[in-house]
């Protein structure tokens, strides 16, 4: 990270204040923490605003980083809510466990992976993160501890997965993995060379296999539009049961000047990345390389420059999907806009426990962006009224700068949430969204009086 608690997308300046855990515990259990004042923040993988919090001080979960308890037979894991989704997977291997949804990186707190109720490559059979809790300790201003699962306070329990860090500070997350023969993947990529192509593979391909994700060739224009690489993935049945050593000998050691993913790179990247992956079968490869492909570099958002990226991920109903991916790429692709991470995959029907939870039936698409400031808005938010017209909604935990008539677009439940919400806990992005709504709701009520 370019400096402390920092989002990752580095659009946003970096928290002015922040609170160790324990202090924030003390504060807590005694009462009288004042409205809006506090923010759980984790190891920073949020690409917005959500984990900042301007008006108060964002608290360093880290600390608590103890595995409390695992059962070998079954899987279950209870742990600190700052222990890395990293820890729990190198002590799970061994004994043939692994978690059943993982997002795109292993650095990510157990706590922020409920905040955001996550998910990964296999949507379509595991559902979310939150679809795998079965229950959370959450430290609320009123000072009491609350046990919340399905039974055990259930309402707080759905608010708090997926809510974003609102509901209070979670202590501490029991989770229950699921049975791996081995760590190891095999690996299946099936170019195709155009976005029917993909939509063609991709309900078979989520029939036949646990894990499958597309990378998009976004620059790619004219016959060659939306052409890129299907990969499926299993668990080997004979491979690593033993986690490799997390983080990396790589790095980027400073931020450049300027972006360096520029248009001409990301054509010659594009080119042979489509070229070395096209070519290969089925062959067997680590989890690492798989799951987290950029965490093998450190600091890699420093690529983008001192004024960071922006991160737009859209989920589309599936029948509106096969064109509204299209158009979206088109919008990117007329800006003059490069996306150096394009994705696309199709989501399940597996529900979430979480009142507000991105994931839903469909097909969701990823696209990244340098900033450019003015530019590179425009075509956000275009990017979100093309999804929202559709019938699809943005993520807000990838966001930086979404209206708060996108947010309501893409959440019209979001008031379930804010009445969950403890007083004594805010967001930067809850500011400029739901109580801006909020607000404006308000007012009519307060003019009649």
Not at 315 to 324: G, I, K, S, Y
Not at 367 to 392: C, H
Not at 424 to 441: E, G, I, K, V, Y
Request: hydrophobic share 40%; proline share 6%.
């Amino acid at each position: 990270m370019s400096a402390p608690y920092q989002s990752f997308g580095m659009v946003t300046p970096p928290a002015s204040r922040f609170m160790p855990a324990s202090e924030a515990i003390a504060q807590l259990k005694a009462g009288g923490v004042p409205s809006g004042a506090l923010l759980a923040y984790g190891n920073g993988r949020s690409y917005g605003d959500s984990c900042q919090n301007h008006g108060g001080a964002v608290v360093d979960m880290r600390s608590l980083n103890r595995l409390l308890k695992f059962d070998p037979e079954t899987g279950l894991v209870e742990a600190d809510a700052g222990v890395m989704l990293s820890d729990v997977i190198a002590h799970a291997a061994p004994f043939g466990f692994f978690p059943a949804v993982v997002p795109g990186t292993q650095f990510v707190t157990l706590g922020g992976a409920v905040a955001n109720d996550v998910h990964g490559k296999n949507h379509h059979r595991r559902g979310t993160f939150g679809c795998h809790v079965e229950a959370l300790t959450l430290l609320r201003s009123d000072g009491r501890s609350y046990k919340c699962s399905p039974s055990d306070n259930p309402r707080l329990f759905w608010a708090t997965i997926g809510g974003m860090g609102l509901t209070g500070l979670i202590l501490s997350v029991s989770m229950r993995l699921m049975r791996v023969p081995s760590l190891d993947i095999i690996e299946k990529a099936v170019p195709f060379a155009g976005l029917d192509g993909y939509f063609d593979l991709a309900p078979a391909a989520d029939e036949a296999n646990e894990y499958a994700v597309a990378w998009i060739d976004q620059l790619a224009g004219g016959r060659k539009a939306g052409r890129g690489i299907l990969f499926t993935g299993n668990h080997a049945e004979h491979g690593q049961r033993v986690a490799s050593q997390g983080g990396s000998r790589l790095s980027v050691p400073f931020q450049p000047p300027l972006t360096v993913l520029n248009r001409p790179f990301l054509k010659v990247f594009n080119a042979a990345y489509r070229w070395r992956k096209g070519r290969a079968e089925n062959h067997q490869t680590g989890y690492q390389g798989f799951f987290f492909p950029l965490d093998g570099v450190r600091d890699w958002n420093r690529l983008y420059g001192p004024k960071g990226l922006f991160q737009h991920q859209s989920v589309l109903p599936e029948d509106a999907a096969r064109e509204t991916v299209r158009e979206l790429l088109a919008a990117a692709r007329k800006a003059g806009q490069g996306s150096f991470l394009t994705v696309l995959k199709r989501f399940g029907a597996m529900r979430s426990p979480a009142l507000l939870s991105f994931p839903r039936p469909g097909y969701t698409l990823t696209l990244d962006f340098p900033n450019r400031g003015a530019a590179t808005l425009r075509l956000l938010a275009e990017l979100d009224r093309i999804t929202v017209d559709a019938g699809g909604a943005v993520n807000p935990y990838k966001d930086a700068r979404m209206s708060a008539e996108t947010f309501e677009a893409s959440f019209p439940e979001w008031q379930r949430l804010e009445t969950m919400r403890d007083p004594a806990f805010l967001s930067d992005f809850w500011m400029r969204t739901a109580l801006q709504l909020a607000a404006r709701r308000a007012v009519p009520a307060q003019a009649a009086e």
